[in-house]
DNA sequence: CCCTGATTCGC
DNA sequence: GCGAATCAGG
């Protein structure tokens, strides 16, 4: 496949929307995430943030770094230092000591109600909750979305347990609730 | 492990 | 110009 003007809109349409490159990649179709960045690298529109004010960032991206990549190819890693991980973690810890975080009331920090989150977003969560593995505490791994469902009083109580998005403790759909972009608060025009 | 974008460089 | 391989990170 090759970059037609319409395939390059809609990835600047997408990329615009905050898409990945992955989703543009498969939305497209024919082509890789990889090629999706590179032509946005190409486009110069790495930056999603090119129409508003010039950040201050200049990004140092150039590191200097004089990438040995001989042939690229086998280029091979020149060598783990790994081993010179002495480190052990200098932890300064100023956590005195603590016992007991949540004392008995609940555990669950944000739960859906009262809070006026996107009903795009919430929708989505009542969507996802129906495939949601519903774990146990202990079925719960590094990538399984914790966000819980139910009372935790009753047996009616399970943890979303789909697969995280990069990072997040919660899926995707349920980072949407729990990290409001900021908007709640919408300032009338009176 | 999953995913993200960033970069390099042979093609 | 293109994009796979790779890097770097969450």
């Known amino acids: 496949m090759s970059w037609t003007d319409e395939r390059v809109e809609l990835l ?6 905050g ?51 001989a042939s690229r190819a086998k280029a091979a890693k020149p060598a783990q230092e790994s081993a010179a991980k002495t480190e052990a973690e200098a932890k300064p810890a100023p956590m005195p000591a603590r016992k007991q975080i949540i004392p008995a009331g609940q555990p669950l920090p944000p ?27 202990m079925e719960l791994t590094e990538r399984t979305c ?6 935790p009083a009753t047996e009616d109580f399970w943890f979303c347990g789909l697969p995280v998005k990069a990072g997040k403790p919660y899926c995707e759909a349920h980072v949407g609730v729990a990290f409001q972009p900021m908007s709640s608060r919408r300032d009338r025009k009176r």
């Open 146 to 151: 914790k966000w819980p469902v139910g009372d």
């Open 19 to 69: 898409q990945s490159a992955s989703q543009i990649a498969k939305e497209l179709g024919g082509v890789t995430r990889n090629a999706v960045i590179g032509k946005v690298h190409r486009l110069g529109l790495s930056n999603r943030a090119s129409g508003g004010k010039a950040e201050a960032k200049a990004k140092p991206a150039a590191k200097a770094d004089p990438k040995p990549r």
């Open 111 to 137: 739960q859906p109600s009262a809070n006026e989150i996107s009903p795009e977003a919430l929708a989505k969560v009542s969507e996802i909750e129906k495939k949601a593995k519903k774990l146990s505490l």
């Open 12 to 17: 600047k349409k997408m990329w615009g929307e």
